[in-house]
């Protein structure tokens, strides 16, 4: 069954129905779902994982009396130095972390699922390497495939076979750059090499039947190899390449495949998937961050349109919920006629109070939205 199909013929309350569908995932698991979704195709936003998102995070799990924490993630990356603060803050506060992927979790996202106890995937969803990108001149490019290319050009040079060409690209490259990329690459691989061994490879034992703790070394061992062959560009050509449950056991991690094994919350992981994927397509909402007791949305700027009078802004917002288009407008200093105008053109004042209700049940936050308007126009709206 198509679960997006479903939530378009039978709308729902965006938020009402998210919360009961992590509630429902908490009393199968025994545990406490955290989701973090990112609106991944709305590129002229700030969707990087950012250090903003770690505050988001934490300012709705700080205080959660609970041992056991299931991480929702839906990302294409951002910032190792903000995951970093991520998995020292679910550490500190969560006895057992697990990640949960439906969709992507790509570089950094892939970073932070390494960091869990447990990886829960389903059939769709997909990590990515870890290389650091970085910025060189005009374009993004892999650190490992830079310092690749750099370590090839010095052998070349150690041996007199530098041609004229790389010689005169490889001197316009500086010391401090060189050092860069090559901590960039470091850093991500450090937190994976210490991740994985402390986590998810902790209560590994030599086989199922015996319950022999493989030693630390091997433990360590083994994260190498699977962080090396997760930072080799040269492998994976692309660092959007999508690695499913059966690249990454291919190359020693392990994945619990809910779509197998655990299909009563596949089916619940599928409809969290297909509930944000159509509320963010179309709402102004790029990032969520939700557990069955609290939601934080992320939205976009709106850009108020100046009307044929400068003492007044209209602009149009979108339910979260149900996509409805409600246009409103703020008075700043208008006469009556101007404003009995727009009234007649049924455009909603965001002077009526603190929120208005769409036809499905939504609330939208015209606060919000008055705030929008000061920042824009420096001006109060009219009361």
């Not at 679960?3 to 545990?31: A, C, H, W």
């Not at 506060?93 to 995937?121: N, P, Q, W």
């Not at 990108?133 to 010095?154: C, N």
């Not at 030693?215 to 080799?232: G, H, M, N, P």
Request: charged content about 30%.
């Amino acid at each position: 069954m198509s679960f997006m199909i479903d939530y378009i013929k039978n709308p729902v309350n965006f938020q009402d129905e998210l919360k009961r569908l992590i509630s429902e995932y908490n009393k199968i698991r025994g545990t406490y779902l955290f989701v973090y979704y990112v609106a991944t195709e709305k590129t002229n936003l700030n969707i990087q994982l950012d250090q903003q998102d770690y505050y988001a995070i934490q300012e709705v799990l700080s205080g959660k009396d609970y041992k056991k924490i299931d991480f929702y993630v839906e990302t294409r990356g951002g910032s190792a130095e903000t995951v970093e603060e991520i998995v020292k803050f679910l550490r500190k506060h969560f006895e057992e972390v697990c990640f949960v992927v439906s969709g992507e979790a790509k570089s950094a996202g892939t970073l932070l699922v390494l960091s869990g106890d447990d990886i829960f995937m389903t059939e769709t969803g997909s990590l990515g390497p870890i290389d650091a990108q970085m910025k060189i001149g005009r374009s993004w490019v892999s650190a490992y495939s830079y310092m690749e290319w750099i370590d090839k050009r010095r052998e070349e040079a150690s041996e007199g076979k530098l041609n004229q060409f790389d010689a005169i690209m490889a001197a316009q490259i500086s010391p401090g750059e060189v050092v860069g990329v090559n901590d960039a690459l470091n850093f991500a691989t450090d937190l994976a090499n210490d991740w994985l061994p402390n986590y998810k490879f902790k209560d590994w034992t030599e086989t199922e039947t015996r319950k022999i703790p493989v030693s630390k070394e091997d433990r360590e061992s083994r994260a190498r190899e699977i962080v090396d062959k997760l930072i080799a560009h040269s492998h994976w050509k692309t660092h959007a390449r999508s690695l499913k449950i059966e690249d990454l056991q291919s190359i020693g991690l392990s994945i619990k495949n809910l779509d197998a094994d655990y299909p009563r919350l596949a089916e619940i992981v599928y409809r969290i998937q297909a509930l944000c994927t159509l509320t963010l397509g179309g709402s102004d909402i790029y990032k969520i961050f939700a557990t069955a007791d609290d939601l934080l949305n992320k939205r976009a700027p709106q850009k108020p349109i100046a009307s044929k009078s400068e003492e007044v802004l209209q602009l149009d917002t979108r339910c979260p919920s149900c996509g409805a288009i409600h246009h409103l407008y703020g008075r700043l200093g208008i006469p009556a006629s101007l404003e009995a105008e727009f009234k007649s053109r049924g455009v909603i004042p965001v002077n009526l109070g603190d929120k208005i209700k769409c036809t499905c049940g939504q609330d939208i936050d015209l606060q919000a939205i008055r705030n929008q308007i000061k920042e824009k126009t420096g001006r109060d709206v009219c009361k």
